[in-house]
């Protein structure tokens, strides 16, 4: 669920999930949340920064923040028509980096970083999972 502030600006956002214990509730949030929100500061061009983690226990009555900047974990969200990417996802996380940098210095390497992976190892290995998923759709 998404909550906005006075500005309708994404604010806060709130999942209800079952865990065992309060780290898999952090694991939980930082497997499906991130991306998401790396994909979103991408598309948007926006900055988007998460400030904390909070899990409340329900049935124990106590509650565990965590602070999970920089980029956590990876994992792949399809929802409608978004769908992100494994192998890209290291660029949306570097991507809202740069966006959320105050130093122009950061930026300009973050930045760096993204056409760097790009331009060596990520390009080959796109071209080549392109080529075969269009080999496979021909022979259908």
Request: some cysteine.
């Amino acid at each position: 669920m998404l909550f906005t502030n006075s500005e309708n600006r994404i604010s806060a956002i709130q999942m209800d999930c079952t865990a065992k214990s309060i780290t898999e509730a952090h694991s939980t949030f930082n497997k499906v949340v991130s991306p998401m929100l790396d994909h979103l500061s991408y598309i948007g061009k926006i900055p988007l920064q998460i400030v904390q983690v909070t899990v409340v226990d329900q049935m124990h009555k106590i509650s565990s923040t965590e602070l999970i900047t920089p980029y956590y974990l990876t994992t792949t969200l399809n929802h409608g028509t978004v769908k992100i990417f494994p192998m890209l996802e290291p660029v949306y996380a570097l991507y809202r980096e740069s966006r959320n940098a105050q130093s122009p210095f950061y930026k300009f390497l973050c930045l760096y970083k993204i056409l760097e992976g790009l331009l060596k190892t990520l390009r080959s290995k796109i071209y080549k999972e392109a080529k075969e998923k269009m080999w496979r759709s021909r022979r259908c």
